[in-house]
């Protein structure tokens, strides 16, 4: 995953997060990789904290650098090498709004609703609603954006061969449920 300004250094070219925040390059080989879960509530949600990744391709895309401001770090090798992070201080800007609704003469307005956790989404909707919306919570304007508007992960393992991740489940739904 690299960005607009992708460097010799950091490999696939494109994507959405700048090199700046996150390098990985395809120089992992194949075999097993101990690693410790370094997140608490991951830790919690699986039962353990340590275990075994089969990268059983021939390489994968290791993460060489990475942003620790920018990135939490949620699984890693022995020697501190990231092999699944996440962050929730993307902002993308430039995005279209897209109405809510199918008025074809109704006038929008963007509201932020703030969901259980304290995950905020900026919503365009019928501006007839809005009154009922602030009722329960929501206020008129985009949400900041800068924090608590949902995670991106980035991971080194793809699958569960034969390492012992035990129910691989249990981690997706961690992470839809942290999204």
């Known amino acids: 995953m690299g960005g607009t300004n992708n460097t010799t250094s950091c490999a696939?070219?494109?994507g959405f997060v700048p090199d700046a925040?996150?390098?990985s390059t395809n120089t992992g080989s194949s075999g097993i990789v101990p690693a410790t879960v370094s997140n608490a509530g991951l830790a919690t949600a699986l039962g353990f904290n340590t275990l075994n990744i089969d990268f059983?391709?021939?390489?994968?895309?290791r993460i060489i650098n990475y942003d620790p401001a920018y990135w939490e770090v949620l699984v890693e090798t022995p020697a501190n090498e990231a092999l699944m992070i996440r962050t929730n201080h993307f902002a993308a800007t430039g995005i279209p709004t897209t109405p809510i609704g199918n008025a074809p003469n109704t006038a929008f307005t963007t509201v932020c609703i703030t969901l259980p956790g304290n995950i905020q989404i900026s919503l365009s909707v019928p501006t007839v609603a809005v009154p009922y919306l602030v009722a329960l919570g929501a206020t008129v304007g985009p949400c900041?954006?800068?924090a608590n508007s949902g995670y991106i992960y980035y991971t080194s393992f793809h699958n569960h061969a034969t390492g012992n991740i035990g129910n691989a489940g249990v981690i997706l739904q961690y992470v839809i449920l942290n999204l």
């Open 12 to 14: 696939p070219a494109g």
């Open 21 to 23: 925040k996150l390098c």
């Open 56 to 61: 059983d391709l021939g390489a994968w895309q």
């Open 144 to 146: 900041s954006g800068s």
